[in-house]
C-alpha cells in the first residue's frame, strides 16, 4: 500500500496554496482573524488564526485519521462545525481514510457516509485525493504495481521541490514565516521519505522514475495534458488570489494601528509630473515614488515593488521621480551627500530614452557601492544600451534637465527625503513592508 501522504503533498499545497491566504504572496498580509479556532470547536486557544470572511476559506483538506470509525466521526463533527462559519464548497480527503484496503460498501457507509452525512447534505463536495493510487498499487499485477509506485515517487519528488520553491519565496522575499506552509513543507518532507520507502532502493526508484518519464515524451497527449494541469493551477491561483484581495474593513480589523497611520496622512493638492511611468494611465492607483539610485531605503522599496506591483496588474500606475540627495544637482541639499547620486539619475534618464529603464534601474539599485562612471557605463552595455548614444545623451544638457525637473517637482510637494512615495497624492515618506503595501493598496482599492 501506498503510505498515507504519499500523494498528499500535491493537493496539500498545489491547491491549498490557491486558497485564501495559504502560502501566496498575500499571506503575511492576511488580516488577523476575529474568529479562533477555540471559537468554533471548543477546543484550548492556540495561535492558529482563521481567515475572518465567511467566503475566504475556498475549500478544506481533511489527512489520514487514523484506524476505526470514531477518529472519522471526531473530525467530520469539527469540519461540520468550520462549515458553519466558514461556508467551504468543497473538501479534498487526503490518505486512505476512507477505505482500508479493498473497498466494500460497509467501508464506505461506516467511515465515509454516515459520519460526513452532515456535510453531504449541505452540498459539500468530497474528493479522494489518494484513493485511486492506493487501489492502483494495492491491485495491479507486480509490474504496474512498480509503475505506480514511481508515480508516488515522481510526484513526492515535484512536491518536495515545490515546498522548497514556496519556502525560498516565505524566508527571502516575504521575510516572514507562514506556520500553514511550514506545516505543510513537512508533511511534503514526511510524503516524499514515504515515497522512496514504498520504491526504494533509490537506484531501482530513480530507474523507474526515467522510464515514466521517457514514457510521457514519447505520449505527447499526455505531456500536453500535465502541461495544461500545471498551467491551470498558476491560472486558477491567480484568479484566486484576485477575488481574496483585502477589503477596508479587514485592514482595520487586522492593522488598526496602520489603518490610524495611513488614513492620517497628508494628501498633497499639488499635481506631480515627469517622472518615468508604467501602468494603465486611469487606474485607479496612482504611485509616485521620489527616489535616489545610492540610497539603501529606496533599493529595498524598489525591490518590494518590483515584487509587488505585477499583482495589480491595471490598477496601480507606478512613476518614478529622480530625487538625487547631492547638492551637486540639487539646491534643496546642503552638502553633496551621495557622490554619485546625480550622474546615476542622469544615466537612469538616457537608459529611459533608450527604453531600458527598469533593467538598467534594476543594476543601479543591485550595485550601490559600484556607481561611478565605468561601472554605469558598464551596466548600460549589459542591459543591451547603444553606448555612442549613451555617451552622447550623458554629455548632452538634456537628460540633466529632466533630472532637475523632477527635482523641482519634489521640492513643490514638499519632499525632504527619500524614499517619499505619493500614493493618489497621500503623503508617505520612507519605506513600508511589504504587508503594509498590501495594507495601503486595499485602503485605496476600497474607499468604503
Known amino acids: 500500500m501506498v503510505r498515507a501522504g504519499t500523494v498528499q503533498l500535491v493537493l496539500a499545497i498545489a491547491l491549498a496554496c490557491v486558497s485564501a491566504g495559504a502560502c501566496s504572496r498575500d499571506t503575511a ?3 488577523a482573524a476575529t474568529v479562533r479556532q477555540a471559537d468554533i470547536d471548543g477546543v484550548a486557544p492556540d495561535t492558529l488564526l482563521l481567515p475572518n470572511s465567511p467566503t475566504s476559506v475556498k475549500f478544506a483538506v481533511i489527512g489520514d485519521s487514523g484506524r476505526g470509525t470514531e477518529p472519522q466521526r471526531e473530525v467530520a463533527d469539527r469540519m461540520t ?8 464548497p468543497f473538501t479534498i480527503m487526503l490518505g486512505d481514510n476512507l477505505y482500508e484496503g479493498p473497498a466494500t460498501p460497509e467501508d464506505y457507509r461506516v467511515k465515509f457516509e454516515e459520519p460526513y452525512k452532515a456535510l453531504i447534505e449541505r452540498g459539500v463536495g468530497f474528493y479522494a485525493a489518494l484513493l485511486l493510487l492506493t487501489l492502483r498499487v494495492a491491485l495491479s499485477d507486480a509490474p504496474r504495481r512498480d509503475r505506480a509506485r514511481a508515480d508516488a515517487f515522481a510526484l513526492a519528488v515535484a512536491g518536495a521541490f515545490f515546498s522548497a520553491y514556496l519556502a525560498g519565496i516565505s524566508a527571502f522575499v516575504l521575510k516572514t514565516v507562514c506556520l500553514l506552509c511550514a506545516g505543510l513543507y513537512v508533511v511534503s518532507s514526511v510524503s516524499l521519505v514515504a515515497a522512496w520507502l514504498e520504491a526504494r532502493p533509490l537506484r531501482e526508484a530513480a ?8 514514457s510521457l515524451r514519447t505520449r505527447p497527449a499526455l505531456s500536453i495534458g500535465a502541461a495544461a494541469a500545471v498551467l491551470g493551477v498558476f491560472a486558477v491561483s491567480g484568479w484566486l488570489g484576485a477575488q481574496t484581495r483585502l477589503t477596508r474593513e479587514q485592514v482595520l480589523q487586522s492593522n488598526p494601528q496602520f489603518f490610524d497611520w495611513y488614513t492620517s496622512q497628508p494628501i498633497v493638492e499639488t499635481p506631480l509630473g515627469g517622472g518615468y511611468s508604467q501602468g494603465t494611465e486611469k487606474a485607479p492607483i496612482q504611485l509616485d515614488e521620489f527616489s535616489d539610485f545610492e540610497c539603501p531605503h529606496c533599493a529595498q522599496a524598489y525591490v518590494t515593488l518590483k515584487d509587488l506591483l505585477p499583482r495589480y496588474q491595471s490598477q496601480v500606475r507606478f512613476t518614478y521621480h529622480h530625487f538625487p540627495l547631492s547638492d551637486e544637482c540639487n539646491d534643496a541639499m546642503k552638502q553633496r551627500g551621495h557622490e554619485h547620486a546625480c550622474h546615476a539619475a542622469v544615466a537612469a534618464e538616457c537608459a529611459a530614452q533608450g527604453g531600458k529603464f527598469p533593467a538598467f534601474a534594476n543594476l543601479l539599485f543591485a550595485n550601490q557601492g559600484k556607481l561611478d562612471d565605468t561601472s554605469v557605463r558598464g551596466y548600460a552595455k549589459e542591459v543591451g544600451l547603444d553606448l555612442d548614444a549613451f555617451d552622447k545623451c550623458i554629455a548632452s544638457p538634456q537628460a540633466a534637465e529632466r533630472v532637475t525637473a ?4 519634489g521640492q513643490k510637494a514638499g519632499v525632504r527625503s527619500t524614499p517619499t512615495f505619493f500614493i493618489n497624492n497621500r503623503k508617505l515618506e520612507g519605506n513600508m513592508t511589504y504587508e503594509n503595501w498590501l495594507f495601503a493598496f486595499a485602503l485605496e482599492l476600497d474607499k468604503g
Not at 82 to 87: L, M, R, S
Not at 207 to 214: C, F, G, P, V
Not at 406 to 409: A, N, Q, R, V, Y
Open 406 to 409: 523632477d527635482i523641482k517637482e
Open 81 to 88: 462545525r468550520y462549515h458553519d462559519t466558514f461556508a467551504f
Open 29 to 31: 498580509a492576511a488580516p
Open 207 to 214: 530507474a523507474r522514475l526515467l522510464e515514466r518519464w521517457q
